[in-house]
């Protein structure tokens, strides 16, 4: 009797175990959507669908705003003076109005390539502040109202990014 009661103990808590794990990991879960565009959702966080190029081939975002995004492949976007370098892996946290933690996206200043840490929308002028370390820089959003043309060059984009 002790054999079937123990057996039957070890039945129940390896029950419970895979019904925990499978609970935790389906609250952890990202969701990739086939039916939205990540430009879409990046509206319903309040931000413009520029910020990210055209070449966008999926995407992941879980319930806390962590993202993935995966474009086709690196590439170039010119922003009026501004040579922005995407990386074909961008990571990050929306929240409303913003993006922090981002890795993937580089800035060129001056003859340097710095990496961009973060996006926060100013409502109250219109501008949108771009992060790169402790500096920033605002740029209105009017700039990034259309989804820009990733360009495999950097040829009149300002030189080729150097990853850091």
């Excluded at 879960?29 to 086939?34: E, I, R, Y």
């Excluded at 340097?112 to 109250?124: A, F, I, P, R």
Aim: glycine share 8%; aromatic share 10%; proline share 4%.
């Amino acid at each position: 009797m002790a054999s079937f009661t123990q057996q039957l103990l070890i039945t129940l808590i390896s029950l419970f175990v895979t019904v925990t794990v499978t609970a935790a990991v389906a609250t952890t879960t990202t969701t990739v959507s086939t039916t939205s565009d990540i430009h879409d959702i990046l509206q319903n966080y309040g931000l413009p669908i520029g910020i990210l190029p055209d070449a966008v081939e999926s995407y992941t975002l879980s319930p806390t705003g962590a993202f993935t995004v995966t474009l086709s492949r690196p590439c170039y976007v010119k922003f009026d003076d501004q040579t922005v370098y995407y990386n074909s892996f961008i990571t990050g946290t929306l929240t409303y109005g913003s993006v922090s933690g981002v890795s993937g996206i580089q800035a060129k200043q001056l003859f340097l390539w710095l990496s961009v840490t973060g996006m926060d929308l100013d409502t109250s002028s219109n501008m949108i502040e771009f992060h790169v370390g402790v500096l920033s820089k605002k740029l209105p959003v009017d700039m990034f109202l259309d989804v820009p043309e990733c360009k495999s060059k950097a040829s009149g984009c300002g030189g080729s990014v150097q990853a850091m």
